[in-house]
Structure formats: structure tokens, C-alpha cells
């Protein structure tokens, strides 16, 4: 199996923008998912297939890929964002699910 | 609106069994990929189960052949048997429906599960 590396933590100040980063050497051939959990609640898909958003979510929540990275960027950061980010991914060889290792994004 | 309410998580001795229950409400479980997904205190996620609509499973290793996952078409529910539970076990269990993406598109609330002596 493999593991999607992320930084443990990223700060980022109000009103600027923050980049999670999800790392993993086949990355560009597979659809990333991302999800936002806050502290005692149940995580919540904010973006699907690299760079969709379901519905009600911010456009100031965006992702790319490049290389071996997936990028989530959270733009005009608002205290509402502190939260632990995590990625996601199919792997369509062993059917199993693999999520990052989650990123704690605080607001300053 | 898709809603989803997990119950039965308790408190549990090592080597014992535990069955969570998932209700599906908004949608038809017959009609989607489900999932457990749990996390550990203080820990990341960690996807556990799948049981796809023509009835397959899949399991990480790290619960093979000790949990088993079923639907209940009729009451529109998913479960987890969980048996031979281990102290690594503890956690909360989520019960998510999964797109035709493979993203976890709903998630209950979660219940808790704690194997301790």
C-alpha cells in the first residue's frame, strides 16, 4: 500500500491564503478528494475530484495537482477555517480507501 | 438530504463483539457504495469497510476477518459486526456513503467504541 503525506500543521493569517499539500508519488493519476473536520464534528467533503466543489461550499476553497503533490488552497482564510484537513484516494488496484495524514490549519 | 445516524458503540472488553448499526434517511442504501470509517483518539482517519450495491465487501487489514459488514435493504440500514476486538480497535466509527467518485459524501455523526480491560 501507500501513505499521502501532509504537513502536520499550517498557519496562515486572516485574510491571507493557506496551501495544504498531500504528497504521494502516483498522485497525478488518481482523483484526490478533500475533507474539512473541526474539532468534535464529523468530517465534510469540500472538495471531489481534484478541483470540485459540492454544493455550499465556498469557491475560496480550491485544489491543484502537480508532480506528486495535490494542493488544497484556502483563500481569504477566515476563523471559520481552523480546522484538521485531510486528503483522499482510491486505489483501484486493491480497492481500498486511503486518507492523508491530516493537517492542522490554524488562523492567526 | 442525506442523513445518516450510527448506533451501538459501547464500552468493550478485549476479545469481545460489538454490532454497529448505520440508518440511512434521504436516499436508499441498496442504492449507494456505503462505508465505516473510524478514528482513533487524537488520531487521523482511518477507512475500515465497504459494501458495494451488488453486495461485494472490502476490509483494510487491519480488521480482515474480524469485522464483517451487512445492509439491510428493507430497513434501509448498514451494519458492523465487530468480533476478537483489540485495545487498537477504540474509536469513533463513522458510517459515510460513497459517491461514484469515491469521495465520502455524507458521514453520520459517529459512535464510539472503546475496548479497554
Known amino acids: 500500500s501507500f501513505e499521502l503525506t501532509q504537513p502536520l500543521s499550517v498557519s496562515v493569517a486572516l485574510g491571507q491564503t493557506a496551501r495544504v499539500t498531500c504528497g504521494e508519488n502516483?498522485?497525478?493519476?488518481?482523483?484526490v478528494h478533500w475533507y474539512q473536520q473541526k474539532a468534535g464534528q464529523a468530517p465534510v467533503l469540500i472538495l471531489y475530484?481534484?478541483?470540485n466543489r459540492p454544493s455550499g461550499v465556498p469557491e475560496r476553497f480550491s485544489g491543484s495537482k502537480s508532480g506528486t503533490t495535490a494542493t488544497l488552497t484556502i483563500s481569504r482564510a477566515q476563523a471559520g477555517d481552523e480546522a484538521e484537513y485531510y486528503c483522499q484516494v482510491w486505489d483501484s488496484r486493491t480497492g481500498f480507501f486511503v486518507f492523508g495524514t491530516g493537517t492542522m490549519v490554524t488562523v492567526l | 438530504e442525506a442523513q445518516l445516524v450510527e448506533s451501538g458503540g459501547d464500552l468493550i472488553h478485549p476479545g469481545g463483539s460489538l454490532r454497529l448499526s448505520c440508518a440511512a434517511s434521504?436516499?436508499?442504501?441498496?442504492?449507494?457504495?456505503m462505508t465505516w470509517v473510524r478514528q482513533a483518539p487524537g488520531k487521523g482517519l482511518e477507512w475500515v469497510s465497504v459494501i458495494y450495491t451488488g453486495g461485494g465487501e472490502t476490509y483494510a487489514d487491519s480488521v480482515r476477518g474480524r469485522f464483517s459488514i451487512s445492509r439491510d435493504d428493507s430497513r434501509n440500514m448498514v451494519s458492523l459486526e465487530m468480533t476478537s476486538l483489540r485495545v487498537e480497535d477504540t474509536a469513533i466509527y463513522y458510517c459515510?456513503?460513497?459517491?461514484?467518485?469515491?469521495?465520502?459524501?455524507?458521514w453520520g455523526q459517529g459512535t464510539p467504541v472503546t475496548v479497554s480491560s
Open positions: 475530484r481534484d478541483n
Open positions: 459515510a456513503r460513497l459517491s461514484g467518485y469515491y469521495s465520502f459524501d455524507s
Open positions: 502516483s498522485i497525478a493519476s488518481r482523483s
Open positions: 434521504g436516499f436508499t442504501v441498496s442504492s449507494n457504495y
